[in-house]
Nanobody
Framework: QVQLVESGGGLVQPGGSLRLSCAAS????????MGWYRQAPGKQRELVAA???????NYADSVKGRFTISRDSAKNTVYLQMNSLKPEDTAVYYC???????????????WGPGTQVTVSS
């Protein structure tokens, strides 16, 4: 079983910055892709950014140039640096990790519990 612990959410004014972190622990043989999704009230969950083992990144058009995803493979941790935040970035942000378990060498997909990001003056 793989557990994800997220941190870094909160309230910030428009134009401000936040950094989200997500650490994975448990029966992990290998982590492949790591990413961040978000869900605003009344909307579907959407991909914000993702990063592969080879450090290829993918961003939603709405966050390109403002958000940066990175990972520390030694710590099984993924980060999301969010700059120039806008009110429309307000949402619950969820960490997502895909990989292979150490116990059975089967694939897994895990989600974090979510962390609230609110952008408001």
């Amino acid at each position: 079983q793989v557990q994800l612990v997220e941190s870094g959410g909160g309230l910030v004014q428009p134009g401000g910055s936040l950094r989200l972190s997500c650490a994975a622990s448990g029966s992990i043989f290998r982590i492949n892709a790591m990413g961040w999704y978000r869900q605003a009230p009344g909307k579907q969950r959407e991909l914000v950014a993702a990063i592969t083992t080879g450090l290829r990144t993918n961003y939603a058009d709405s966050v390109k140039g403002r958000f940066t995803i990175s990972r520390d493979s030694a710590k099984n941790t993924v980060y999301l640096q969010m700059n120039s935040l806008k009110p429309e970035d307000t949402a619950v942000y969820y960490c997502n990790v895909d990989g292979i378990t150490a116990a059975t060498y089967s694939s897994f997909t895990s989600w974090g519990p979510g962390t609230q990001v609110t952008v408001s003056s």
